[in-house]
């Protein structure tokens, strides 16, 4: 008789391993960084009465240091944790290393559940071979935020800012003579976005489905060109996100926007611009593009200790619904369990955002995300493609000889 997807939702988190494969009782140790770390911490009272058998054992390092060290452990084959913690990001560079256990294989057979998760956000934690190595968490929709104060001062609407991208540009020209205020942090920011535009599912970023490399195609020239036209323009700061400068912008009110996951606007709450509750909204990104910022991964090493329990605290936080609204509501992580889009928190006015019921617009973005999978070389793509930015928009290089060098680059760093 078939099983429905809440029957298998609901069957019991633990694993059915013979006797001889169970483990020692013993903590569970996860392994994670913040925020993410807050996730965790909100869901052990109920995780330890379940498994007083294994208590939960939080070790959190800042974000650098916490993906450095889990590279070391997988590297070494020693002092692994159960779960491990991963921020998007990392996921390809993992995936290539042979580290973390296939949760499709025996004994996890995580193959039926995933259709309760966002095909985009399953595709992002497979390696190239197929093998399910991580699995997601929560998902950053991606939004356009917006501060509606400096909108209205320069007699602009949302739609001016959304309606295509030399649209948003020009927007950011009203807003600054208006207000005085950057229409961004720094062009990067549009680079990099706009490198997302036109993706088909199943093609990458920096390479294709066959694993050609796309860096230098149109996609990559109109990123640069509109990117080049911001720096030009003088519309950004020249502050690179997670900055100190970057942070600071958003205290001092001197950016209008900024394109990123919609869990941005949780951390514009809590610490970046607490002050400012009731100025921003939340918006679609400009062009009607849709598209993904990060998300959070858990996975289990190959030598982890106690793999029963890790899957089991796995099940728990991904595919427990109230767990995943905890989430939600702790460290406004938007939930990657498609089961908690329909509840009616996503319906909540949100005070930061002026009382906008921004969580339907988040949900309608997750569901339209293309599937855009990880490469082992994004990493390295990234951070080629990042520098031939740099050199064309302060060193004046041209766009085509900057990205013929930097596809070169990947051609040659990739097929060694």
């Given amino acids: 008789m078939p099983v429905s997807r809440r029957t298998l939702l609901a069957a019991p988190l633990a694993l059915s391993l013979p006797a001889a494969a169970q483990p020692a009782v013993a903590p569970l140790t996860v392994a994670s960084f913040p925020d993410l770390d807050r996730a965790a911490k909100a869901a052990q009272a109920a995780w330890d009465r379940a498994h007083p058998e294994a208590p939960l054992r939080l070790v959190s390092r800042n974000y650098a240091d916490h993906h450095n060290a889990m590279s070391a452990v997988l590297a070494t084959g020693s002092g692994q944790p159960d779960v491990m913690a991963l921020d998007l990001r990392f996921i390809g560079k993992f995936a290539s290393g042979g580290g973390l256990e296939d949760l499709l294989g025996a004994p996890y057979d995580a193959g039926p559940l995933l259709g309760a998760l966002p095909r985009f956000a399953v595709t992002q934690g497979r390696s190239p071979q197929g093998a399910l190595i991580a699995m997601p968490a929560d998902i950053g929709p991606g939004t356009l935020l917006y501060r509606l104060d400096l909108l209205e001062r320069a007699g602009l609407r949302?739609?001016?800012?959304?309606?295509?991208?030399?649209?948003?540009?020009e927007a950011g020209r009203q807003l600054q003579r208006a207000t005085g205020a950057a229409l961004l942090t720094d062009a990067a920011e549009l680079r990099d976005i706009l490198l997302r535009v036109g993706l088909a599912d199943g093609e990458g970023i920096y390479f294709g489905r066959g694993g050609e490399v796309l860096v230098g195609n149109e996609r990559f020239q109109r990123a640069f060109e509109l990117g080049l036209a911001v720096r030009r323009?003088?519309?950004?700061?020249?502050?690179?996100?997670?900055?100190?400068?970057?942070?600071?912008?958003?205290?001092?009110?001197?950016?209008?926007?900024?394109?990123?996951?919609?869990w941005l606007a949780g951390h514009l709450k809590n610490w970046l611009a607490p002050a400012q509750a009731g100025l921003w909204r939340s918006a679609p990104l400009p062009g009607g593009l849709v598209a993904s910022y990060g998300g959070s991964f858990?996975?289990?090493?190959?030598?982890?200790?106690?793999?029963?329990?890790?899957?089991?605290?796995?099940?728990?936080?991904?595919?427990?619904r109230a767990t995943q609204l905890q989430g939600l509501r702790v460290l406004d992580a938007f939930p990657a369990l498609l089961a908690a889009h329909d509840d009616p928190v996503m319906d909540?006015?949100?005070?930061?955002?002026?009382?906008?019921?921004?969580?339907?617009?988040?949900?309608?973005?997750?569901?339209?995300?293309?599937?855009?999978?990880?490469?082992?070389?994004?990493?390295?793509?990234?951070?080629?493609?990042?520098?031939?930015?740099?050199?064309?928009?302060?060193?004046?290089?041209?766009?085509?000889?900057?990205?013929?060098?930097?596809?070169?680059?990947?051609?040659?760093?990739?097929?060694?």
């Avoid at 949302?158 to 540009?169: F, K, N, R, V």
């Fill in 158 to 169: 949302e739609a001016d800012l959304t309606g295509s991208w030399p649209g948003y540009i």
């Fill in 233 to 262: 323009a003088g519309l950004d700061l020249k502050a690179p996100s997670w900055g100190n400068e970057w942070g600071a912008a958003f205290r001092q009110g001197r950016v209008a926007t900024q394109m990123m996951g919609c």
């Fill in 298 to 320: 858990y996975a289990i090493p190959r030598h982890a200790p106690n793999k029963a329990a890790a899957w089991a605290f796995i099940r728990q936080m991904v595919f427990d």
């Fill in 348 to 416: 909540e006015p949100i005070a930061y955002l002026g009382g906008q019921r921004a969580r339907q617009l988040w949900r309608d973005i997750a569901h339209r995300v293309p599937a855009t999978p990880v490469h082992k070389h994004d990493a390295l793509a990234t951070a080629i493609v990042r520098s031939a930015f740099e050199d064309v928009v302060s060193q004046g290089r041209p766009i085509p000889e900057a990205l013929a060098e930097a596809r070169a680059l990947v051609i040659r760093r990739t097929r060694r």
